[in-house]
């Protein structure tokens, strides 16, 4: 059974930081390409950030490039968000997800998906 389970999300005032983490069950992990999508209250998902299986080709969407980096550590199965000069803006649920086939934004591919965890980002 694969799971995905996010940690790591919280309450920070805005221009502070905070460290996602995504750890993977059940999957061989280094086989998938890994993203990170968020949905704030009333708005619809939108991607945040993927990464390859190896680490070496990462995407972000427009609006947190500079200030979010993807990485991954094969050996422990988890894929982490490290997300720096935090808006309110970012304040939304934060997924991460898992396929097989593509380096993506698109959340089309996706098939695995985690429960999501919590960011309020106050002003």
């Known amino acids: 059974q694969v799971q995905l389970v996010e940690s790591g999300g919280g309450l920070v005032q805005a221009g502070g930081s905070l460290r996602l983490s995504c750890a993977a069950s059940?999957?061989?992990?280094?086989?998938?390409?890994m993203g990170w999508f968020r949905q704030a209250p009333g708005k619809e998902r939108e991607p945040v950030a993927a990464?390859?299986?190896?680490?070496?080709?990462?995407y972000y969407t427009n609006s947190v490039k500079g200030r979010f980096t993807i990485s991954r550590d094969n050996a422990k199965s988890t894929v982490y968000l490290q997300m720096n000069s935090l808006k309110p803006e970012d304040t939304a649920i934060y997924y991460c997800a898992a396929n097989q086939y593509y380096t993506t934004l698109s959340a089309g591919p996706y098939n695995y998906w985690g429960q999501g965890t919590q960011v309020t980002v106050s002003s």
């Open positions: 990464i390859s299986v190896a680490g070496g080709t990462t």
């Open positions: 059940g999957l061989t992990f280094s086989n998938y390409h």
